[in-house]
Antibody, heavy 120, light 107 residues
Framework: EMQLLESGGGLVQPGGSLRLSCVASGFTFSTFAMTWIRQAPGKGLEWVSVISGSGGNRYYVDSVRGRFIISRDNSKNTLYLQMNSLRAEDTAVYYC?????????????WGQGTLVTVSS | DIQMTQSPSSLSASVGDRVTITCRASQTISSYLNWYQHIPGKAPNLLIHGASSLQSGVPSRFSGSASGTQFTLTISSLQPEDFASYYCQQSYSPPYTFGQGTKLEIK
C-alpha cells in the first residue's frame, strides 16, 4: 500500500526556519516526481514546489522562491522542504503528494498533512 | 502564471441531484486539467486527470469534459459522501496552479 507521512510542522516565529519531511513507502520512490502543496486556514489548495525523481529539476511558486528549498533523498525514500525566512502567510497545512505517472504533475497519493504555524 | 477561475465558489444541492462545476484557464492548457475532492481532515483525492479520464477507483458518477479553456466536472447523482470541496488544477506549466475551490453543501 502506498503511503506518505509528513512530519516537522509546528509553531515558529516570523523569520524562523523549519524543515518538513515526507517519508514514502509502497512504491519506487525515485521513479516519481514529488510535490508540496499547502492549504492556509480557510483557504484553498496552493501548489508550492515540485522536484523530479532524480532531484535534478525543481520549480517553486513565486511567493516561496528564494526562501524554500525542496530536496529528496532517494536512498531514504524521503522528501524535504526547507523553509527559511518564514512569514505569517506561510501558515498552512503542508501536504506532500506523489506524481500519478511520469511527470504528469497530477497527484494520485497525498499525505495527511503537517501544520505549520508562523506566529510570534 | 496560469490563472484558474473556478465557479461557483459554493453550491447547495440535494442527494440525487446532478451538479456541474466549471473551471476556466487564463490561457490554453490543452487537456492538462485535473480535478480533486477534498474532505476536511482527509487527504485530497484525485478524481479526474487529463480533463476527462477517470482516476482508478473513482465512481463513474464523476465525469469531466473540456471545451477550449473551459473545463467541467459533473457529478451525475449526488451521494451523501460527495459533499466536500472540489478543486481544479492545471498541469500544463509550473506553477501548477489550483482553482480557488467549490464547496458543495447539503441543501
Amino acid at each position: 500500500e502506498m503511503q506518505l507521512l509528513e512530519s516537522g510542522g509546528g509553531l515558529v516565529q516570523p523569520g524562523g526556519s523549519l524543515r518538513l519531511s515526507c517519508v514514502a513507502s509502497g512504491f519506487t520512490f525515485s521513479t516519481f516526481a514529488m510535490t508540496w502543496i499547502r492549504q492556509a486556514p480557510g483557504k484553498g489548495l496552493e501548489w508550492v514546489s515540485v522536484i523530479s525523481g532524480s532531484g535534478g529539476n525543481r520549480y517553486y511558486v513565486d511567493s516561496v522562491r528564494g526562501r524554500f528549498i525542496i530536496s529528496r533523498d532517494n536512498s531514504k525514500n524521503t522528501l524535504y522542504l526547507q523553509m527559511n525566512s518564514l512569514r505569517a502567510e506561510d501558515t498552512a497545512v503542508y501536504y506532500c503528494a506523489k506524481d500519478r505517472g511520469t511527470n504528469t504533475d497530477s497527484f494520485d497519493y497525498w499525505g495527511q498533512g503537517t501544520l505549520v504555524t508562523v506566529s510570534s | 502564471d496560469i490563472q484558474m477561475t473556478q465557479s461557483p465558489s459554493s453550491l447547495s444541492a440535494s442527494v440525487g441531484d446532478r451538479v456541474t462545476i466549471t473551471c476556466r484557464a487564463s490561457q490554453t492548457i490543452s487537456s492538462y486539467l485535473n480535478w480533486y475532492q477534498h474532505i476536511p481532515g482527509k487527504a485530497p483525492n484525485l478524481l479526474i486527470h487529463g480533463a476527462s479520464s477517470l482516476q482508478s477507483g473513482v465512481p463513474s458518477r464523476f465525469s469531466g469534459s473540456a471545451s477550449g479553456t473551459q473545463f467541467t466536472l459533473t457529478i451525475s447523482s449526488l451521494q451523501p459522501e460527495d459533499f466536500a470541496s472540489y478543486y481544479c488544477q492545471q498541469s500544463y506549466s509550473p506553477p501548477y496552479t489550483f482553482g480557488q475551490g467549490t464547496k458543495l453543501e447539503i441543501k
